[in-house]
């Protein structure tokens, strides 16, 4: 018999507990006020998060690949921070992924049940063919869904980094991990709708997962996002401000650099800033692992 009583994400919130009788602006004001508290949970487990990030960071590497996994509203986060790796950090597809109970029909319609299987999580993982270079970070606001469990033990089993993010303490899934990261925003305005403040509190740690692995990978030049992939329109000329903004040239100069670099914003600015040609930019690039500033750095050393 499962005893929700005894979650943090099951608890009644005293202060919400006449939120129906209050007129609009009153009930919008009450849940500004309680999503207040989620950025300070999520401080809380700043040395965690960080911890998390040099693992992963460390697993992709060594030819690794960061894998969420979980169901429901964790598991649709998952996924959408998976899926915005592409575009704003210019990764392959395969690199970060994410995986949810049921399948992608989940990610639009609840598939009941499917949380409920821990060996649907280890067939999804077999199938994604998890290994001991990849990094697992496993969502579940209670800590105690099946199909993250599942995931877990999977990943542990297969040598795989095994992180546990979860909004409720001392829960199964921080047992099964190497790295548990357990933001507390208090209970929910609604009682037991974890989509609201532990979904946002999941939300703000992946953030900070993925975009300051990609930071150490040296996907980032200061705060610009230089190896996005230039897709459609607006990314077009993100590129080219960022090109810029950069090295301080003007629109057809950075326009120049793009197309003598198939568009790739990175090379365009170490072009312009080392004054090599394109060839000799990528290799020095490639040498200081994709590095802008190292890159500059070793060049000066030359």
């Not at 067939?123 to 290994?131: C, H, M, V």
């Not at 990175?266 to 090599?276: E, V, W």
Request: charged fraction near 20%.
């Amino acid at each position: 018999m499962l005893k929700l009583e005894q979650l943090a994400t099951e608890k009644i919130n005293p202060l919400t507990r006449h939120i129906d009788t209050l007129n609009t602006l009153e009930l919008a004001a009450l849940i500004n006020q309680e999503d207040a508290k989620v950025a300070p949970a999520v401080a809380r487990e700043l040395p965690a998060i960080a911890a998390a990030i040099d693992v992963i960071t460390d697993r992709l590497r060594r030819g690794g690949r960061l894998f969420y996994a979980g169901a429901g509203t964790s598991g649709r986060l998952g996924v959408l921070d998976a899926a915005e790796c592409p575009p704003t950090f210019g990764t392959a597809p395969e690199l970060v992924q994410g995986l949810i109970a049921g399948g992608q029909a989940a990610m639009f319609t609840a598939q009941e049940g499917a949380e409920d299987s821990e060996q649907l999580a280890a067939d999804d993982l077999a199938a994604a063919r998890l290994n001991e270079k990849d990094a697992l970070v496993a969502l579940a606001a209670s800590g105690r869904t099946p199909y993250s469990i599942g995931a877990l033990k999977y990943a542990r089993a297969r040598g795989a980094a095994a992180i546990a993010l979860v909004c409720s303490p001392d829960s199964p899934m921080s047992r099964e991990a190497e790295l548990t990261i357990c933001p507390l925003p208090g209970p929910e305005v609604i009682t037991g709708s974890t989509r609201l403040k532990a979904g946002t509190a999941q939300k703000l740690v992946l953030n900070m997962l993925s975009t300051g692995t990609m930071i150490k990978l040296g996907k980032v030049y200061g705060n610009l996002m230089v190896d996005l992939k230039a897709t459609n329109q607006k990314l077009a000329e993100r590129s080219l401000r960022i090109v810029m903004e950069a090295t301080g040239c003007g629109r057809q100069e950075a326009a120049a650099a793009l197309d003598s670099t198939g568009g790739h914003a990175k090379l365009a600015i170490f072009t312009l800033l080392s004054g090599l040609d394109a060839e000799s930019a990528r290799q020095k690039l490639a040498a200081a692992d994709g590095y802008v500033a190292r890159a500059l750095t070793d060049l000066k050393q030359d």
